[in-house]
């Protein structure tokens, strides 16, 4: 999951084009960024946030590339946002929530607009996660740092989290790389 901070605040001052506008020009960016990982399914979009998945058609890879490119996604989309705050003249700010591990249910809901959706509790700690993150940065989960820990990644241990519904959970943070 990712999730706009305050993009309450920030739309509050913009028409309801703008708003579209602003949220078109992110979506698009972070969807050029999911097109370059073979296994990151877009699921959908819900207000400013933008939820995917990788690996749900793929279960005959490893878990570890399932992770490292939705890790990779999840990094791509914090620097790419950097590239639309100049595009809109804004301070956007994102936060990424991260899990791994199943089982997770998909199918098509409902009879009028159809819609692919997946559940399941990793889907529902991914969530948490994004909510209880710092901006800029990658939550991940204990599961998910297990998946990644030996790859290139900027990983410090946040330590216990409080998850609604999960109570006190492992995590970790990722910040994308520096360029110097």
Not at 25 to 49: Q, R, S, V
Not at 155 to 177: H, T, W
């Amino acid at each position: 999951f990712t999730d706009v901070v305050k993009f309450s605040e920030y739309a509050s001052n913009l028409s309801p084009q703008e708003i579209m506008g602003s949220l078109s020009t992110m979506f698009e960016a972070f969807d050029a960024c999911a097109k370059k990982y073979e296994l990151i399914t877009k699921i959908k979009l819900i207000g400013d946030i933008y939820m995917a998945a990788a690996g749900l058609f793929s279960p005959d890879i490893a878990p570890k590339d399932h992770a490292e490119q939705i890790l990779n996604f999840g990094i791509d989309c914090l620097v790419e946002l950097e590239e639309v705050n100049l595009k809109l003249n804004s301070n956007l700010q994102l936060r990424v929530g991260i899990n791994s591990g199943g089982p997770v249910l998909a199918g098509v809901l409902g009879t009028d607009k159809p819609v692919f959706d997946i559940i399941g509790d990793p889907i529902n700690v991914a969530a948490r996660l994004q909510t209880t993150d710092f901006p800029g940065k990658a939550q991940i989960s204990k599961f998910t740092y297990d998946l990644v820990c030996d790859g290139d990644f900027c990983i410090e241990e946040r330590g216990e989290v409080f998850l609604k519904g999960k109570g006190k959970s492992m995590a970790y943070l990722v910040s994308p790389p520096t360029h110097n």
